[in-house]
Nanobody
Framework: QLQLVESGGGLVQPGGSLRLSCSAS????????IGWFRQAPGKDREGVSC????????NYADSVKGRFTISRDNAKNTVYLQMNSLKLDDTGIYYC???????????????????WGQGTRVTVSS
């Protein structure tokens, strides 16, 4: 099973910023639309933002529009999530995975060819 690796999480105060990274060491990401997903304590995993394989199109959950920016650098085999103006409700474990771009949900490849990674924990707290 293939797996992506997330990094960049941490503890931040409300209003702060973090940049998450999603990378792979054994295969190239540029074939895949990629999504960032998060799971808050006691809640289901939800789509946060997705980006097409080329990086030309992006989409965002309403709750993060205007605050988060997804991007990718295919030369570095990395997808990023810049998170600004963080709120308490942004707390959770953030995962990246191949995505079905239009709905920003995990691709059918997840569970078949891909496993979820360990995620990176984001804690927004004063």
């Amino acid at each position: 099973q293939l797996q992506l690796v997330e990094s960049g999480g941490g503890l931040v105060q409300p209003g702060g910023s973090l940049r998450l990274s999603c990378s792979a060491s054994t295969f190239t990401l540029d074939h895949y639309p990629i999504g960032w997903f998060r799971q808050a304590p006691g809640k289901d995993r939800e789509g946060v933002s997705c980006i097409t394989s080329s990086g030309h199109m992006t989409n965002y959950a309403d709750s993060v529009k205007g605050r988060f920016t997804i991007s990718r650098d295919n030369a570095k085999n990395t997808v990023y999530l810049q998170m600004n103006s963080l709120k308490l409700d942004d707390t959770g474990i953030y995962y990246c995975a191949p995505a079905a771009f239009s709905q920003c949900v995990a691709s059918v490849l997840v569970g078949r060819d891909f496993d979820w990674g360990q995620g990176t924990r984001v804690t927004v707290s004063s």
